[in-house]
C-alpha cells in the first residue's frame, strides 16, 4: 500500500481547491445533511434539479482530505447530468469502496482517483459520505422535504 | 512467575524518582510481547496507551493459567475449582483495595469498566436521592462517560447537569466551579486525567470545597490510575471510577470505589445472581457489600488478569513510571512543536503524558492514516469530549498518550511521521 495511491495529485488538489464549496437557495434547491460521527465530519449538500435534470449540486462542511474531495469531486461529477446518469454513476463509485478487487469502470472517468480508499478500509466512509448525501437530497426533492427539516446521513 | 524484568526494583517515592534508564526501558519492553512488531512494514510505535495500554506477559499468563487450571463459577459451589476460582477472584480485588488505599474491600465494586461504574452511581444513587431542580455539575472537560449518565439520570429525575467551564490551557476553572455553586449543587463530576488533552484537574481542592458542603464528588480515574499512585482515602473523594484496560490489564474490567456508608445507604443497580442473600416471591433480601452491586457472572479471568497487572506497576514502581512518562512528556512536547503549524491543544501547567495536536491544513484524520503507514499509533478523532472539541473549536484532534515502555526513538518516529503528512500535503 502506498499512501500516494490514497493521496493522489487530484485529491490534494480538490481537498486544498474544493470546486462547488457554497451554498443553494432552498427552494429551488434541495439540502440534505451528512454526518460521520466518529470523526466530527459534517457536511451539507445542495442539489438544483430541472425536471430530471441536475442544473447544479454545492456542498459545504469540514472533513478530512477524502471526504472533501470526494465531495468536491462528486459535484463536477453531477452537475449536467440527468438523475438516472447521477444514479448510475454513484452505483458506480459504491462498487468502487466496497469491492476490493473490481476493476475501474472506465465510465467512472476523473472519479477513479477515489479508487485508492479501497486499500485503506477505516476510510471508505469518509469517501462515501457525500454519494450518500446526494442521494438523501435528491429523495428529499422527491419527498417534498420541508426546507427546514433537510433529511440527515450518517455513518456508523 | 512470568514475566520478569531485567530492571532491579528499589522503593522510591514520588520526589527522587528517577525515570528507567534506556536499558530497563529496553528490559521493560520485553516483557510486552505485543510492542515487538512491524505494522505496514515499519517498527510499531504504539502512541495510543490512553485510549488503551498493552499487556504484559504476566497479565496474559495469569488469565491463561486461570482458565488452563482453575476456572469455574465463583461463590456457588463446594466444589474445588470454584473455591480456587472464588479466591483468586477475591484475591485480585484485595490488591485493588490496597492499590487505591480504599478501607476495606467492601468499598472496591467490580465493574466492566469506567462507564459501568459511573452508570451504576448515577442510577443507583442518583435515581434515589436526586430532586427534581437538584443540580449536578459536570466539567466541561469531562469523557462522555461521566455526562451522558449524568444527563440520562437528569432525565428521570429531574435534576439538571450544568456545566463548569474550562480555561484555555484545559484545565477546569476553579473559580467557575465556585461560581456555578448554590443550596441546590448535588453532585461533583470530574476527571482526574483529562483523556482528550491530559490535564491533571487539581481535584483535591475541588473535593475540599464539594464535601464542606456536602456535595457528591464522583471523580473519574480512567486516566490518572496508570499514572501516578491514587490513595482515595487522601484524596476524601466519594467515588472513584476506573478502568481495567488502561491499567495494562484485560479489556471488561473496571473498578468502583465507593465510600462504605454511601453504598450502604443506596439500593442495588443490578438485581440477578450474586447479589442476594435470599429470594422468595414476597421479598428479596441483598447481599452485603460489595456483592450487592455485583449480579450475575463476573469477568472472573479478568480480574485475575487485573491483580497481575497492579502487582506488575508495583514491582516497577508508580513513582518511577509516572517520572519515565514526564520525561518523555517533555521530550515529545518540544519535537512536537518544533514541527511547523503543528498546535498543542490542551496546555496545562500539570499534564500526564498525553499531548493533543492539530496541524494546519491537514485533517487530524489524514494524520492518523499518514502516520499508520509509518508504523505509528495515535487516535484522531474526538475522543469522546465532543464539548471540549467544541470548546477548541476544532472538529477532531491528534492524540499521543504515552506509556513508560515508550521510547524517544518512537517519538523521533511521530515526528519523522508528520515531516511526511505536510510533505504530502503542505
Ligand atoms: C477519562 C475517561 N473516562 C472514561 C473512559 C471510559 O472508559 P471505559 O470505556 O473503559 O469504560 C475513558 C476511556 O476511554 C476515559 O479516558
Not at chain 2, 502487582?311 to 511547523?340: F, K, N, S
Request: charged letters at 20%; glycine letters at 8%; hydrophobic letters at 45%.
Amino acid at each position: 500500500m502506498d499512501l500516494k495511491d490514497l493521496y493522489r495529485d487530484v485529491i490534494l488538489d480538490h481537498n486544498k481547491r474544493p470546486r462547488n464549496f457554497g451554498v443553494l437557495a432552498v427552494p429551488p434547491a434541495h439540502e440534505a445533511r451528512g454526518a460521520n460521527p466518529l470523526c466530527g465530519d459534517t457536511l451539507r449538500v445542495w442539489v438544483q434539479l430541472d425536471g430530471e435534470l441536475v442544473t447544479d449540486v454545492k456542498f459545504e462542511g469540514k472533513g478530512c482530505a477524502i471526504s472533501v474531495a470526494s465531495a468536491s469531486l462528486m459535484t463536477e461529477a453531477a452537475i449536467g447530468h440527468t438523475r438516472a446518469e447521477v444514479q448510475a454513476q454513484f452505483e458506480r463509485v459504491h462498487n468502487v469502496f466496497t469491492h476490493h478487487d473490481a476493476p475501474l469502470d472506465p465510465a467512472l472517468g476523473k472519479l477513479a482517483a477515489l479508487a485508492g480508499v479501497r486499500d485503506f478500509p477505516a476510510r471508505v466512509k469518509c469517501a462515501s459520505l457525500a454519494w450518500h448525501t446526494l442521494n438523501a437530497a435528491l429523495a428529499a426533492a422527491d419527498a417534498d422535504q420541508p426546507a427546514a427539516t433537510p433529511p440527515t446521513v450518517q455513518t456508523e | 512467575m512470568a514475566g520478569h524484568t531485567g530492571v532491579a526494583v528499589t522503593a522510591s517515592t514520588a520526589a527522587n524518582a528517577q525515570p528507567f534508564s534506556a536499558a530497563e526501558v529496553a528490559a521493560l519492553r520485553a516483557d510486552f510481547p505485543i510492542l515487538h512488531q512491524q505494522v505496514n512494514g515499519k517498527p510499531l510505535a504504539y502512541l495510543d496507551n490512553g485510549a488503551s495500554a498493552q499487556h504484559p506477559r504476566s497479565v496474559i499468563d495469569a488469565e491463561a493459567d486461570y482458565y488452563r487450571h482453575d476456572h469455574s463459577n465463583i461463590h456457588r459451589g463446594v466444589h474445588t475449582l470454584s473455591q480456587r476460582a472464588t479466591d483468586a477472584f477475591e484475591a485480585a480485588r484485595h490488591k485493588l483495595q490496597r492499590f487505591i488505599n480504599a478501607r476495606s474491600e467492601r468499598e472496591v465494586i467490580l465493574t466492566r469498566g469506567t462507564t459501568e461504574s459511573i452508570n451504576l452511581i448515577a442510577q443507583a444513587w442518583g435515581r434515589s436521592f436526586l430532586q427534581p431542580g437538584d443540580e449536578i455539575l459536570v466539567s466541561r472537560l469531562e469523557h462522555h462517560a461521566n455526562l451522558v449518565p449524568w444527563q440520562i439520570v437528569a432525565c428521570q429525575t429531574g435534576a439538571v447537569v450544568r456545566p463548569i467551564p474550562i480555561t484555555l490551557d484545559g484545565e477546569v476553572d476553579f473559580q467557575g466551579f465556585l461560581d456555578l455553586l448554590t443550596p441546590r449543587t448535588r453532585v461533583l463530576a470530574l476527571s482526574h486525567v483529562s483523556n482528550s488533552l491530559g490535564t491533571i484537574n487539581p481535584i483535591e481542592k475541588f473535593i475540599a470545597v464539594a464535601r464542606e458542603r456536602g456535595i457528591l464528588t464522583v471523580i473519574d480515574g480512567a486516566q490518572a490510575v496508570p499514572h501516578m499512585a491514587v490513595d482515595v482515602q487522601a484524596l476524601g473523594c466519594d467515588f472513584y471510577a476506573f478502568s481495567g484496560h488502561k491499567l495494562f490489564g484485560p479489556t471488561g474490567t473496571g473498578v468502583l470505589y465507593g465510600r462504605e456508608a454511601l453504598l450502604e445507604a443506596m439500593p442495588p443497580w443490578m438485581g440477578g445472581g450474586d447479589m442476594i442473600l435470599e429470594v422468595r416471591f414476597e421479598g428479596t433480601t441483598f447481599n452485603t457489600l460489595p456483592h450487592k452491586f455485583e449480579a450475575g457472572t463476573p469477568n472472573i479471568a479478568g480480574f485475575i488478569g487485573l491483580g497481575a497487572a497492579v502487582d506488575y506497576v508495583q514491582r516497577i514502581g508508580l513513582a518511577r513510571i509516572a517520572a519515565t512518562e514526564e520525561a518523555l512528556l517533555h521530550y515529545a512536547t518540544a519535537q512536537l512543536l518544533a514541527v511547523p503549524g503543528l498546535r498543542i491543544i490542551g496546555t496545562a501547567p500539570h499534564k500526564a503524558a498525553v499531548i493533543s495536536f492539530v496541524v494546519d491544513g491537514i485533517h487530524p484524520h489524514d494524520l492518523g492514516t499518514i502516520l499508520d503507514q509509518e508504523g505509528v499509533a495515535v487516535r484522531t478523532g474526538h475522543h469522546c469530549a465532543m464539548p471540549v472539541m467544541e470548546f477548541f473549536d476544532v472538529p477532531a484532534t491528534a492524540r499521543a498518550s504515552f506509556a513508560f515502555y515508550n521510547t524517544p526513538a518512537e517519538i523521533d518516529q511521530l515526528v519523522g511521521a508528520l515531516q511526511h503528512a505536510r510533505e504530502l500535503f503542505c
